[in-house]
């Protein structure tokens, strides 16, 4: 299952909620909440999320990686 937003794809059953996204975010965008990992409309598409996640849980949704 993925969470998509307006710049990016979260896949939540690989997701593992370490919240390295969240404390990642130059824009303050992600959140960590009831184990679910989501965004707002703070979310620019940098792609800095996707550079730190362990486990390759989040992509951009034009299909390429980070900035």
């Known amino acids: 299952m993925k969470s998509e937003f307006e710049w990016i794809a979260i ?6 909620h370490c919240g390295a996204c969240v404390g ?3 824009n303050n965008a992600l959140f960590l909440h009831d184990l679910t990992v989501g965004a707002n409309e703070k979310c ?3 792609g800095t999320c ?15 990686e980070g900035r």
């Open 24 to 26: 990642t975010c130059p």
């Open 44 to 46: 620019k598409g940098c």
């Open 50 to 64: 996707t550079l730190v996640c362990p486990v390759g849980a989040i992509e951009k949704e034009d299909g390429s």
């Open 11 to 16: 896949d939540l059953q690989l997701c593992m």
